[in-house]
């Protein structure tokens, strides 16, 4: 079955721009998680939602980072005023959770590049 | 805070050869731990996990085991392939938390 995917696969935005990636999660997943990895380095939580509820955005750098499931299926997540330190690989996970076991699938992720 | 360490790489090993890639961890309570592969050009997968002290999780020959004595969740294989070179990241769920906690990675190069 189709897994999770994402896009764009890659971006690169000039310091200043807005972007928006988008996460489409395997069907039925009511968790949807976004995840920020820096080059070398393991991925770090920024948020997630259940269904259309953003139950923990604690990761999230700073106020210009943004995301949303309006209908409890797709999610896009937003960066405002790109800076370089944005340069990264935005993951986006899902999962059903089961009987307290819970595992994350994740998509392929976007590569965004800041310039 | 909670946190993964795992060791560094990249780890060069011959076909064949014995892999122990470890993992410890820093949590409060009980988390569940995985391990997650990452082959070059594709995204996460999840390889294996255990969700209490003493649990082993095993899937494609690979094998850990949950020691919360020692807090760690070392990964082995008794023989490498050359497939199973890619990015290896040993993580946690914390207990009531949803996020996971990731180690940096290591990289597995193996050789014919």
């Known amino acids: 079955g189709a897994g999770v995917s994402q896009s764009p696969r890659y971006k690169v935005a000039k310091r200043g721009q807005d972007v928006a990636l988008r996460c489409d999660p395997i069907?039925?997943?009511?968790?949807l998680f976004w995840y920020q990895q820096a080059l070398g380095q393991g991925p770090e939580f920024l948020t997630y939602?259940?269904?259309?509820?953003?139950?923990?955005k604690s990761g999230l750098p700073s106020d210009r980072f943004f995301a949303e499931r309006p209908e409890g299926s797709v999610s896009t997540l937003k960066i405002q005023r790109t800076q370089q330190e944005d340069s990264a690989v935005y993951l986006c996970?899902?999962?059903?959770?089961?009987?307290?076991?819970?595992?994350?699938?994740f998509g392929p992720g976007t590569r965004l590049l800041v310039l | 805070g909670n946190s993964v360490t795992q060791m560094e790489g990249p780890v060069t090993l011959s076909e064949e050869a014995f892999l122990t890639i470890n993992c410890t961890y820093t949590?409060?309570?009980?988390?569940?731990l995985f391990w997650y592969v990452q082959y070059p050009g594709e995204g996460l997968q999840l390889l294996l996990k255990?969700?209490?002290?003493?649990d082993k999780g095993s899937n494609k020959g690979f094998e850990a085991t949950y020691r919360k004595e020692t807090t760690s969740f070392h990964l082995e294989k008794g023989s490498v392939q050359v497939s199973d070179s890619a990015v290896y990241f040993c993580?946690?769920?914390?207990?009531?938390?949803?996020?996971?906690?990731f180690g940096s990675g290591t990289r597995l190069q193996v050789q014919p």
């Open positions: 996970a899902s999962s059903l959770m089961v009987g307290g076991s819970e595992t994350q699938y």
């Open positions: 069907s039925g997943h009511v968790s």
């Open positions: 939602f259940q269904n259309e509820a953003q139950l923990d």
């Open positions: 949590a409060t309570g009980y988390p569940s």
């Open positions: 255990a969700t209490k002290a003493d």
């Open positions: 993580a946690l769920r914390a207990e009531g938390r949803r996020a996971l906690t």
